[in-house]
Structure formats: structure tokens, C-alpha cells
T-cell receptor, first 113, second 113 residues
Framework: AQSVTQPDIHITVSEGASLELRCNYS??????LFWYVQSPGQGLQLLLK??????LVQGIKGFEAEFKRSQSSFNLRKPSVHWSDAAEYFC???????????FGQGTELSVKP | GAVVSQHPSRVICKSGTSVKIECRSL??????MFWYRQFPKQSLMLMAT?????????EQGVEKDKFLINHASLTLSTLTVTSAHPEDSSFYIC?????????FGPGTRLTVL
């Protein structure tokens, strides 16, 4: 069965520090991969997605993610975190490529001054 | 990006009553919409896929007679929680599929007393 694992439930980083949020998936083929951010009172916002091609994907708000087939991973990175980045981050996969998303457990990001 | 709205944003109802949640794609037509449920501090769980003009497809373990989904137009899908009970209290989120991604509504907080 398809699954998505985000090993870190909660991460705290200092403002200006770099960030990496981990995501591993379990699926036979390469699924479509997504990172979303959820802020209180707002809908999930797509940060970036990977379908095929270049394994380093650039997204909005300065985020990027790298697809590593050998590790079944799609980790999200940002070189310098801003206080406004504090939110819940979800990794998701679409294994059937038909729009049905399976979400990871989420990683809550806190940013300290 | 495209905008998806949900109404109401929060609702409190008595046990045994039914509650209808609307999901609208405001600036695009969505042949497919999805309904998710999110428990506090947990991930989004796909409940059902809603296709315009046809019956919804429910995920395993989701009671179709309890969670009635109607997708009568390309811009509106509704989720009705029938005979709601306290265990149905949750955060319900819809998304609309378009332009190779899903656009999420802000969610509806349902509390059943």
C-alpha cells in the first residue's frame, strides 16, 4: 500500500537558519510528489510539485525539494527561514496520478527569533 | 492560484442532526473535487472523490450513507453529515482539481454536541 512518512512531528529552527523537512514514500513506481503548507485559518497552499524531469524542484517562498529515487525521498529545504514560515507542512503523493492524494503526518515548524 | 471556498467555516450542531458543507471553486470549473477529514494534530485523510454528474467514490471505511456527497455542478460539491454524532466532530477540507494540481478550501470545523 502507498504510504508517506514524515519522520519529524515538530521542528524548531532559528530565524535565518536553514531548514530541511524530511519525506519518504512507499510506492512501486515514482508517484507525483507534493509539498503543501497549512497555516491556521487558511487552506493548504502548494509549495512545489514533482512529476518528472529535473529532480531539484523550485517552489514558492524560496522553498526547494529534491527527489531522490534511490532513497524514495522528497525532502523540502529552505536556505534561510523567516518567522512567517512557521506553519504545518505536509508531504503528499499521488501514486495513481489521478488526483487522489495521500498525505504524510505533517511536520509542525516553529521559528524562534 | 485558483480559489476554493467552503461554507460554513465552522458549525456546531446537536447530536442526531444533519449538517451540510459546501465547497465551491470560484474561478474555475472542477470536474473532480475531493473531501478530506483532518483530526487535530493529524494528517488529512481522503474520504471521497466527487465527480460532477456522477456518484462519489468513497474510500475504504467511509460510510457513504453517513457522508452524502453531491456534485451537481462544475463549481459546487456538498458534503452532508447525516445524523451527526460527537465522533464526527472534525475539520473537513475540500479540494478542487484543476491545472495539474489541487486547490484546497480553508476547511470547515464541525463540532457535534
Amino acid at each position: 500500500a502507498q504510504s508517506v512518512t514524515q519522520p519529524d512531528i515538530h521542528i524548531t529552527v532559528s530565524e535565518g537558519a536553514s531548514l530541511e523537512l524530511r519525506c519518504n514514500y512507499s510506492y512501486g513506481a515514482t508517484p507525483y510528489l507534493f509539498w503543501y503548507v497549512q497555516s491556521p485559518g487558511q487552506g493548504l497552499q502548494l509549495l512545489l510539485k514533482y512529476f518528472s524531469g529535473d529532480t531539484l524542484v523550485q517552489g514558492i517562498k524560496g522553498f526547494e525539494a529534491e527527489f531522490k529515487r534511490s532513497q524514495s525521498s522528497f525532502n523540502l529545504r529552505k536556505p534561510s527561514v523567516h518567522w512567517s514560515d512557521a506553519a504545518e507542512y505536509f508531504c503528499a503523493v499521488d501514486g495513481n496520478q489521478g488526483g487522489k492524494l495521500i498525505f504524510g503526518q505533517g511536520t509542525e515548524l516553529s521559528v524562534k527569533p | 492560484g485558483a480559489v476554493v471556498s467552503q461554507h460554513p467555516s465552522r458549525v456546531i450542531c446537536k447530536s442526531g442532526t444533519s449538517v451540510k458543507i459546501e465547497c465551491r471553486s470560484l474561478d474555475f470549473q472542477a470536474t473532480t473535487m475531493f473531501w478530506y477529514r483532518q483530526f487535530p494534530k493529524q494528517s488529512l485523510m481522503l474520504m471521497a472523490t466527487s465527480n460532477e454528474g456522477s456518484k462519489a467514490t468513497y474510500e475504504q471505511g467511509v460510510e457513504k450513507d453517513k457522508f452524502l456527497i453531491n456534485h451537481a455542478s462544475l463549481t459546487l460539491s456538498t458534503l452532508t453529515v447525516t445524523s451527526a454524532h460527537p465522533e464526527d466532530s472534525s475539520f473537513y477540507i475540500c479540494s478542487a482539481s484543476g491545472m495539474d494540481e489541487q486547490f484546497f478550501g480553508p476547511g470547515t470545523r464541525l463540532t457535534v454536541l
